[in-house]
């Protein structure tokens, strides 16, 4: 079966500062992985996705998560953090059974701090 | 292109009441999806559904029923409301098979329907 395991329930970094959110997967399949982020009281907004044309994907906003197969993990990462950042970040995999259901991790709240 | 629309947005329900959580998407999505999430536990599925007149339980189903009698829309029902059920709802909708990249094309997501039951 596959799950997501997201690493840190609450992350703060300081404005300027390296933005670093974990997530690791499990699947018995090539995996589709994706990454969302959510404001207060608003819907889930896709921020990248994993398709597996480059281990190296870049979104939104200027977010960017690498795939590593070996340590099977799903990083997502800013070089700078801004204040309009801070929201929670969901990361996702597709499951493989051809009804395209997403696992969810738990979530990680991003707080930047001025 | 208003994407995929959620009705209520806020409603507080007595125990034992019943209602719908409206769903309805534009863009011609096979693949549609109900989504409960309660803080720390992220998103659990509830019901989804792969095209008209098929839908199947997810990981979270009891309490709640579904129907898919359109392409576009995706009624959520709960008959008797519990206090666990007080979460906030989201559907969500993705093309499905025979769309260019149909395995990793994302959901799209509505705003949500905030629901308390006192």
């Known amino acids: 079966a596959q799950s997501v395991t997201q690493l840190g329930s609450h992350v703060s970094v300081s404005e300027g500062a390296l933005v670093l959110l974990r997530c690791n997967y499990s699947?018995?399949?090539?995996?589709?992985l994706f990454w969302y982020v959510q404001y207060p009281n608003q819907g889930l907004q896709l921020l990248l996705k994993y398709t597996s044309a480059a281990t190296l994907v870049k979104g939104i906003n200027g977010f960017e998560a690498e795939f590593k197969k070996s340590e099977t993990s799903f990083h997502l990462t800013k070089p700078s953090a801004h204040m309009s950042d801070a929201a929670e970040y969901f990361c996702?995999?597709?499951?493989?059974?051809?009804?395209?259901?997403?696992?969810f991790g738990t979530g990680t709240r991003l707080k930047v701090l001025a | 292109n208003a994407g995929v629309t959620q009705t209520p947005k806020f409603r507080i329900l007595k125990i034992g009441q019943s209602m719908t959580l409206q769903c309805t998407q534009d863009?011609?999505?096979?693949?549609m999806y109900w989504y409960r999430q309660d803080p720390g536990m992220g998103l659990k599925l509830i019901y989804y559904?792969?095209?008209?007149?098929?839908?199947d339980k997810g990981e979270v189903p009891n309490g709640y029923n579904v129907s898919r009698s359109t392409t576009e829309d995706f009624p959520l029902r709960l008959e008797l409301a519990a206090p666990s059920q007080t979460s906030v709802y989201f559907c969500a909708s993705s093309p499905g098979p025979g769309q260019p990249s149909e395995s990793n094309q994302p959901q799209h997501f509505g705003d949500g329907t905030r629901l308390s039951i006192l």
């Open positions: 863009m011609n999505h096979n693949y």
């Open positions: 699947s018995s399949v090539p995996p589709y």
């Open positions: 559904s792969v095209g008209a007149g098929i839908t």
């Open positions: 996702a995999v597709s499951d493989a059974s051809g009804t395209y259901k997403y696992i």
